[in-house]
T-cell receptor, first 116, second 112 residues
Framework: DGGITQSPKYLFRKEGQNVTLSCEQN?????MYWYRQDPGQGLRLIYY???????QKGDIAEGYSVSREKKESFPLTVTSAQKNPTAFYLC???????????????FGPGTRLTVL | GENVEQHPSTLSVQEGDSAVIKCTYS??????FPWYKQELGKRPQIFID?????GEKKDQRIAVTLNKTAKHFSLHITETQPEDSAVYFC???????????FGKGTRLHILP
């Protein structure tokens, strides 16, 4: 199913706690992305990474942090500073970020985070 | 700014009729326009795409058209079937770092 996995599928968190969502890909892709999906809001970009040890803020980065220590892994931490963290989180990867190629993104199955 | 607008947000069509979803983009340098389909409870997957060197691409009941001058592109589904029910996202690379920007999605309902 595309070689990109996310865990866990469902996650519950108490208010005020940090939580880390896992994303792993075995597609040898350089670029990885995190999106948040809310009803009627589409796919909003949180962070993206073009290469190992480099990442950039997306449109809604506040309250989130990421790391890219390995090519295949791009974990997302939802911090207590994120005021409305309950959402469906999708990770994706692509060969690279370039408009010169058919830069198809492959999505993971998603993690549904609920703050109690 | 970097923007991809998508309309309508919801579309209901009778089975067998056609459905059209439209998107506009702001970056005139964009040259790759993918469409993703997300079925209920599943991840988005690439559905069809078009590059800027062509004005139309067809694959059986599915077609995409592109008007670079007007900066808009459309998805056309003919002879709709129940399995076409899903959320469809358009996208385009925008801005100096070429990252893909998604539209807000269209929820397509095929009515029996």
């Amino acid at each position: 199913d595309g070689g990109i996995t996310q865990s866990p599928k469902y996650l519950f968190r108490k208010e005020g706690q940090n939580v880390t969502l896992s994303c792993e890909q075995n597609l040898n892709h350089d670029a990885m992305y995190w999106y948040r999906q809310d009803p009627g809001q589409g796919l909003r970009l949180i962070y993206y990474s073009q290469i190992v040890n480099d990442f950039q803020k997306g449109d809604i980065a506040e309250g989130y942090s990421v790391s890219r220590e390995k090519k295949e892994s791009f974990p997302l931490t939802v911090t207590s500073a994120q005021k409305n963290p309950t959402a469906f989180y999708l990770c994706a990867s692509s060969i690279e970020i370039s408009r010169e190629i058919e830069n198809e993104q492959f999505f993971g199955p998603g993690t549904r985070l609920t703050v109690l | 700014g970097e923007n991809v607008e998508q309309h309508p947000s919801t579309l209901s069509v009778q089975e067998g009729d056609s459905a059209v979803i439209k998107c506009t983009y702001s970056d005139s340098a964009s040259n790759y326009f993918p469409w993703y389909k997300q079925e209920l409870g599943k991840r988005p997957q690439i559905f069809i795409d078009i590059r800027s060197n062509v004005g139309e691409k067809k694959d059986q009941r599915i077609a995409v058209t592109l008007n670079k001058t007007a900066k808009h592109f459309s998805l056309h589904i003919t002879e709709t079937q129940p399995e076409d029910s899903a959320v469809y996202f358009c996208a385009a690379p925008q801005g100096r770092d070429d990252k893909i920007i998604f539209g807000k999605g269209t929820r397509l309902h095929i009515l029996p």
